[in-house]
């Protein structure tokens, strides 16, 4: 019983780690980085939310932007936690960025980071109002689910439980969006839904990152990422096309 | 950030020749609350090296008792200690409960549990088990324990009268290794095979609800790939991994010939919060570790070169930066490192973390 098995092996094999004490360093570097980026994405993301919660038109809008801006926080702070069992002062971590800072608005699209969190670049673009903000919510939410499809399929087994049940709240986020987008679309909207859909679709679609080569196998070798970026990129595309045939929008390129 | 609390020690107790049962309750009288599977991380100095050690929780959550066990590892500077030396009135220092290998229970609920254990792996499983059947009387949990011999079985009476207790709703199957068992079913090797034979006739494997599986890695891969064979998911089956792959020290890469010399330690002055101080460090510690064990309080988060919380500016000599997963090209190019991450190659080093 007292067999020890290389750790890589175990988890080619199906094995999961289940607390920091299990977990070797490079690995451990590599989770940290996914949960950071995790963290700082829904950190980011609610911030950017709640300025733009009192541009909804009614207080239903409000309601649906305020319990996102509360979800997403709520998000981060379940994976934090397992960042602080590694070690990670998390009481200093949510006050050390300043998550509501963004780029200018004219920044070309791109997959660089910020230098200080470890937010997905399209967080680094500012909202510019309500119905910005409802188109942001539906292309952002269809990446997330996809991205987090494949996470919460990760071989440390504590995030893949805590990304299981943040999961189906993501996607209601996503349904709230096209509820809302329905209204705008009717209310005439259309102009600046497209004009939205334009300015967010390709800094959206530099979310889908590959690293390099040699690290996606390492990665994809300790069950940290399973698909690759064309193919979580095609997928959102699929999903985000059947979302926007839905709704009876076209984009102007 | 987990912050480390003082435990009594009230009990040592033996359950085998090298295993001992520790009881032990916080000191200043706080509440010490754990959930059932949960384990603890301890702390301790041995001659100068903080050595720092999980253990699993083996007592259920409604016992009002807070103990753990502990099995002497071969060379294990805290297990060994902790079996020979450890005495109750002695103070040890523990992190809260941690881990996630549990499922929220209702008393309400009629649940079927499976949970595997091998050798040591029965102490976070035993106390699932007591919890489970004391909280959820409708439950019943079915337990396969797996051990070299009968004499390395960890709380063996305790779980017969824990059978007695819990007449019709604990079943424990004992498989030994080396002992001969009058059924050949129950010798041998927990593995995916003898799962598979094992839900032929003696587990109703198909209602299980969840399976909780706790020992040496090849021993969990069989049985969560028999498990996953007879139709349960990845959500119904929990493992926890033994701490046998205590992370060590990440290997540094061969370090620049002409950079370096060979000497193994380096003269460093750190600047913090205005406060400037100098000391003589190992080139096998990063610089983070250096200025923290100096008392310095430098800034830090993930320790794993992922927050940049820790980054700091070299401003004499050269460091090695065996990861970075924070700082942009440019910042690096002006001499930002994560000190973290950071060993020194040069004999005498210069960092500012006020920059």
Redesign the interface.
Known sequence: ?????N?AD?LA??????????????Y??EL??LM?IFVDSELAGAAGFADVINDGPGIKERIAAARIVLEKTDHADKVLRL???????????VG?HPWTDRLPRDTAPGS??S????RLSVFNYPLEGWVDAVVMNLLMGHAVSVQLEDMA?VTY??L??AL?EVLPVERRHTELAEEGLERLTAEGQGAAIADSLSYWRPRVAAVFGDPSEERMAQLQAWGLRHASAPEMRAEWEKRLDAALTRLGLTETA | ??RFHELTVRDVKKTIRDAVVVTLEPANGESFDFIQGQ?L?FRRDFDGTEVR??YSICAGRGEGVLQVGIKKVDGGAFSTWANEDLQPGMVLEAMEP????HTPLDATAQRSYLGFA??SGITPVLSILKTVLATEPRSDFTLVY???GVNSIMFREELEDLKNLYMGRLNIIHVL?SDAMDIDLFQG?VDAEKCAALFEHWIDVENVDTAFIC???????GI??AL?DHGLS??QI?????????????ARKATSAEAGTQAARTQATVTLDGTTRSFEMDKDLSVLDAALENAMDA???????????CKCRVIEGEVEMI?N????DY?VERGYVLSCQSYPLTDRVVVDYDQ
């Open positions: 019983m007292t067999d020890e098995m750790i175990y094999q199906g094995g999961r780690l289940t607390n920091p004490a299990n977990v070797p360093p490079r451990r570097a940290m980085k950071s960042m602080g069992e590694f070690g990670a002062n998390t009481d200093r971590y050390h660089a980071r230098a200080h969190d470890m399929r087994q504590p893949a439980e299981r | 950030m987990p384990y991380t050690r999980s941690m881990g996630s290998f091998g050798g797996a051990n070299r290794e090797r020992g040496p890695e090849p021993m969990m891969l969560a790939k996953k990845e959500e929990k493992f926890e991994l033994f701490a046998s792959a205590q992370p060590g020290r990440l800034p830090y988060a993930c320790k794993a070169g992922v927050c940049s919380t990861a997963h924070a700082l942009e910042e």
